[in-house]
């Protein structure tokens, strides 16, 4: 059967997908023509995901059709998406590590001579392949120690290898430096150039502004808005993808109280020739929000790791309201008065198999609130869990959906609810909105500066500049592993910081 308007590689018709009374698309239509980047944006929960994991086989619709070049075709699985040119660049990579480059990419297609594979032909596709499309890879290096971005690109040839005429990126720029998201977009732009067709589903509207021809809002399952890019603003997307404006909140000037957070002289080494974390001091005052800027990988997640008793430090002091937590267990550390958003959502943060409610109390659950003589307060657990889902909109069926099959950004606010309402002296909060609709980026910030002005110390490590500087009371610049600058609020601007954070500028104390 052929569709009528053969000029569209793809069209997505009338897609409806259920997960038991959730209607996660709601009769949704996507079309893609050929060489055309389209961006798919909405809030958490919307059903974008949703929608990328029916065209690459992953999930099967309710009803809908799909036409790809004016044939009828159902996505059985993602062996059948990409035989038939559908092509998926993951979220969390699916590299394995101990394997070369070339072996990641040819993996489940391996060129053969005879019967054995042949390696020198791989190596040699892949350099071909990475001087077609600029993307630079040395296809006999191993992948474990790779920087995210050299992952992603990699994943990106894998693709490419597999012959992708459509490629899906699913929040692809999450986890990337600024530098590293350039080069992606610049990446998407000559695919698109080359004849590929993008699919981008991303949180950040500049993105959009800036690599799609054209954007598809979706809200609650639905399609709302499908218009080229040159037709719109970022206000006008943030406002359909939200349904109302969105007002930055002032924040109170308030004089910082006491030292919460004092750290002196804390040493890393590692196992590499330049320790990881180099003699670093800093601290943390109540009614005070201090960002840790730097590029990612320079020390900061580390920090956070030592702080939490997570990493044992060779050197140095840590102390939470003049108390000693240097390499105390995480326990003890928690019980002292720390609270923590994990970088890594489902690394630290949770366990995809355990429930909304018991993701709720997970690393609390000892607190007299939750436990007495050692029984848990089930009545009470549940209604906590509850109350954080309702007051953070946590988009959830129920507390006894798995915290796996919520939408990212919708388990990324379960932790930060959950840790954001405990009642103690120090927040450390990392990324604490990576992956998050634009919406709820605006009710966490007003809460950690609700926290911060109620008295609470907050340490906030974030690889978002914009963030940093919105809400930082102070800031410390750390590259290398070591301090590279420490500024009040407006004392410092992006450029500054920018380059204080890949070492252009450097503290002249070293
Ligand atoms: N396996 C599943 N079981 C039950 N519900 C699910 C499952 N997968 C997704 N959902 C629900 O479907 C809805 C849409 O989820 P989806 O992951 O498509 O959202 P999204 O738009 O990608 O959001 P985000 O921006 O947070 O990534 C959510 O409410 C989610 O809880
Ligand atoms: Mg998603």
């Not at 980026?441 to 940093?468: C, M, Q, T, Y």
Request: glycine share 8%; aromatic share 6%.
């Amino acid at each position: 059967m052929r569709n009528q308007s053969d000029d569209v590689l793809l069209r997505m018709d009338g897609i409806v997908k259920c997960y038991g009374d959730l209607v996660a698309n709601d009769n949704v239509d996507l079309h893609l023509n050929a060489g055309e980047i389209l961006a798919v944006i909405g809030e958490n929960g919307a059903g974008k995901t949703t929608l990328m994991k029916i065209l690459y086989g992953l999930e099967q619709p309710e009803s809908g059709t799909i036409w790809l070049k004016g044939e009828k075709i159902r996505v059985r699985d993602t062996a059948h998406a990409i035989a038939n040119g559908i092509g998926m660049v993951q979220q969390h990579f699916m590299l394995f590590d101990p394997f070369t480059v070339t072996e990641n990419i040819v993996y489940g297609k391996e060129p053969r001579r005879g019967l054995f594979f042949d390696i020198d032909g791989a190596n040699r596709m892949v350099s071909d392949l990475s001087e077609r499309y600029e993307l630079p890879v040395n296809p006999v290096a191993r992948i474990k120690g790779m920087p995210v971005g050299l992952r992603q690109r990699v994943e990106i040839l894998k693709v490419l290898y597999q012959n992708a005429e459509i490629i899906i990126f699913d929040e692809p720029t999450a986890v990337l430096t600024p530098q590293e998201v350039n080069e992606l977009l610049k990446t998407m732009r000559q695919l698109a150039s080359n004849g590929k067709s993008i699919i981008i589903v991303t949180h950040k509207l500049n993105e959009v502004m800036g690599v799609a021809d054209r954007v598809m809002v979706m809200r609650n399952g639905k399609l709302i808005a499908d218009l080229p890019v040159r037709d719109t603003s970022i206000e006008e997307l943030s406002f359909m993808m939200v349904g109302r404006r969105l007002i930055e909140s002032a924040i109170p000037e308030i004089p910082p109280g006491k030292k919460v957070l004092e750290i002196e002289n804390l040493c890393l080494n590692g196992t590499g020739s330049v320790p990881i974390l180099d003699r670093v001091s800093l601290h943390v005052a109540a009614n005070e929000i201090v960002g840790i800027a730097g590029v990612s990988g320079n020390g900061q997640f580390e920090l956070v790791q030592t702080i939490l008793g997570l990493i044992e430090a060779d050197s140095g002091k840590i102390q939470v309201g003049g108390q000693d937590i240097f390499n105390h267990p995480v326990r003890s550390v928690r019980d002292s008065g720390v609270a923590m958003i994990p970088e890594d959502r489902f690394i630290w943060g949770s366990a995809a198999q355990a429930m909304v409610v018991e993701t709720a109390i997970m690393g609390h659950y000892r607190k007299q609130e939750f436990s007495k003589k050692n029984f848990l307060q089930i009545k009470k657990i549940r209604s906590f869990a509850s109350k954080i889902v309702k007051e953070f909109n946590v988009k959830a069926d129920s507390i006894l959906q798995k915290t796996g099959s919520l939408s990212g950004g919708n388990a990324q606010k379960l932790i930060v609810a959950r840790e954001m309402t405990q009642q103690t002296p120090l927040l450390v909060a990392c990324e604490p909105t990576r992956g998050i609709d634009i919406g709820a980026i605006n009710f966490i910030h007003d809460r950690l500066i609700e926290k911060r002005s109620e008295g609470a110390a907050v340490l906030l490590v974030s690889s978002e500049l914009s963030e940093i500087l919105k809400l930082s009371d102070r800031i410390y610049v750390i590259y290398n592993g070591r301090i590279n600058g420490e500024f009040l609020r407006g004392k410092v601007n992006e450029e500054e910081l920018g380059l204080r954070m890949v070492g252009s500028i450097k503290n002249e104390l070293q």
